[in-house]
């Protein structure tokens, strides 16, 4: 055990262990005792003689025993190690989370556990060597939060371009709320602001702000949220370091803007937040758009599109002045014209050549005709010939073979038919 190496180590008196006088009753005869009679004494004198101590060594076997809040680790250094127990009020004021390994000095007085019969230093203060305790709790909680992913930008809302009500979680009196009402009312007056009350310091303050930013997720009637306070030490800003305010940015459904502090402060709830302003003064520029440059990016785009228009109607000008300059327009009769005389040709090539179809085809019948006369049986008839054929199958008699005597035959002449029986048969 040794002395800290700070102010409140070296004002304290570290009691020597007193010397050891016998007892009357011992000094004469041998008394027996009982194990929890000696403890007892053991206790009392332990826990009178050595309070008030500082020590310093290295923690392991951390136990955070929840259901009671009571922590309990060990105190070690290269050549002995000393247990330790700290009763859940003073846990709760701890601003880290104990961790083995970690370089620590602790505060509190020796007692002694009569159970086991061990001695324990009841721990009171605790705090870490090389590092202060909200750098060390920061370090924590960054580590814990980062591995679940609060800060990945995956989870980044973007924040409306045009927010009309803006809720703003901070505190009513003071400077962070009074600079961004002032900048609010010079970039738009017609952007309403809404403020939730709360405390942005001391206890309570990160309950508060908290509950701020749920309850505009719960009403749902702001387009964006505000939150944040002007510059402070860090023990001022820490409340913007706790895991409950960090979790609450989260899980807004809403996208939040955090503004805590000057540029040099970053608090987790910078690293939480859909945005990060520098400071308060700056969130409300980024949240509050400007009137003026929305007049003046509309008459832009009126400029733009004027432009546009003047060019459309130029082009569709000088179209239709070429469309007027061709002859189907500026003289549309003589197209017609045109087109009647097209067509007054093509009827006398159609009469043309309807009438010498005609002709050539009336001659080739004429041929036709006169071949067909030619080779007609009639003609053949009229030069004196005639034709036989056997009754009653009207089979042409080609050969004397074809008929017996007896038979009945029609003979056909060029201007009748005969009818006659046949009596004799001869050949040439």
């Known amino acids: 055990m040794t002395k800290g190496g700070n102010d409140e180590c070296e004002n304290l008196l570290v009691a020597q262990a007193p010397q050891l006088h016998l ?11 009982t194990v929890s009679a000696l403890t007892k004494m053991i206790k009392t004198t332990l826990e009178g003689s050595f309070s008030g101590l500082c020590i310093e060594g290295e923690i392991s076997n951390f136990h955070h025993h929840h259901s009671s809040g009571h ?25 880290f989370e104990p961790e083995d390994g970690q370089q620590v000095l602790a505060f509190g007085d020796i007692s002694l556990y009569e159970k086991r019969g061990e001695y324990q230093l009841i721990c009171r203060k605790l705090v870490p ?39 703003i979680v901070t505190s009513p009196t003071g400077a962070a709320i009074r600079d961004i009402i002032q900048i609010a009312q010079r970039r738009n007056r017609a952007v309403e602001l809404v403020i ?29 949220i505000i939150t944040g306070r002007g510059g402070g030490s860090l023990e001022d800003l820490w409340c913007f370091n706790t895991e409950k305010v960090v979790r609450a940015i ?18 987790l709830s910078d690293l939480a937040a859909d945005l990060r302003a520098p400071t308060p003064s700056a969130a409300a520029e980024l949240a509050v758009w400007s009137r003026e440059e929305y007049i003046s ?9 004027t432009t546009y228009l003047e060019r459309q109607a130029g082009s569709a000008r000088d179209f239709l002045s070429a469309l007027f300059s061709r002859p189907v327009l500026s003289r549309p009769l003589e197209l017609v014209y045109e087109r009647q005389q ?28 006169s071949r067909l006369e030619a080779l007609s049986p009639v003609k053949v008839l009229a030069r004196g010939y005639s034709v036989s054929s056997l009754l009653p199958s009207n089979e042409v008699i080609k050969s004397i073979k074809d008929v017996k005597t007896g038979d009945s035959m029609q003979t056909r002449l060029k201007d009748g038919q005969i009818i006659s029986n046949i009596e004799k048969i001869s050949r040439n």
């Not at 006398?348 to 041929?367: A, I, P, W």
């Open 297 to 305: 990016k509309i008459q832009g785009l009126i400029a733009q599109l």
């Open 196 to 224: 939730y009350p709360t405390a942005v310091q001391g206890d309570g303050a990160e309950d508060s702000i908290a509950e701020g930013i749920e309850y505009f997720n719960e009403q749902n009637n702001v387009d964006l």
């Open 71 to 95: 922590r309990y680790f060990s105190l070690k250094d290269d050549k002995a190690v000393l247990r330790v127990a700290m009763w859940r009020p003073f846990g709760q004021q701890l601003q």
């Open 23 to 33: 007892l009357p009753f011992m000094q004469e005869q041998t008394q027996t005792l």
């Open 250 to 267: 989260f899980d807004s459904e809403i996208p939040v803007i955090s503004a805590v502090g000057h540029e040099i402060d970053i608090t």
């Open 342 to 369: 097209n067509i007054d040709n093509l009827l006398r090539l159609l009469n043309s050549s309807g009438k010498n179809l005609f002709e050539m085809y009336k001659n080739r019948l004429s041929l036709g005709l």
């Open 129 to 167: 060597v090389g590092v202060g305790p909200l750098e060390l709790a920061y370090r924590q909680l960054f580590e814990k939060l980062s591995a679940e992913g609060l800060f990945d930008e995956e989870h980044k809302q973007p924040i409306p371009e045009y927010a009309s009500r803006i809720g």
